[in-house]
């Protein structure tokens, strides 16, 4: 398992971004699972509900970010939420 966090200089669009990636050590994505990762409902796991993914993609998208996916060669599956970083307005003094 591995996690981290990075900043990435123009990550989204012209603007920066925040990075956090997680890799774990399990199997890898199946054979033809990566062009349904994010469709709601698919799963190739037993019991699994298939939402696991797309509720999350939902989430960050809401937040103007997204999720990169890819599979390492060392195996295991590896993805990276990226959100935008705004430049938040200086608080006024209190008068
Ligand atoms: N870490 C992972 N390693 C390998 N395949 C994954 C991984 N995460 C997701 N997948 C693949 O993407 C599919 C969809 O994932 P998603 O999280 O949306 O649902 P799920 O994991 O199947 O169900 P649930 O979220 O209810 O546990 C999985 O069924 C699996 O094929
Ligand atoms: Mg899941």
């Known amino acids: 398992m591995f996690v981290a966090l990075g900043l990435r200089r123009h990550g989204l669009g012209s603007g920066d971004a925040v990075t956090l990636t997680v890799r774990d050590n399990g ?3 199946a054979p033809g699972a990566l062009a349904n990762l994010f469709v709601p ?3 190739t796991k037993a019991a699994g509900t298939g ?18 996916v890819s599979a390492p060669e060392s195996g295991g599956a590896q993805f990276t939420i990226v959100l935008p970083v705004y430049a938040q307005p200086r608080a006024e003094s209190p008068t």
């Open 27 to 29: 199997p890898g994505f």
């Open 51 to 68: 939402l696991g993914l797309p509720i999350s993609q939902r989430i960050v998208e809401n937040h103007r970010g997204l999720i990169e």
């Open 41 to 43: 409902f698919h799963t």
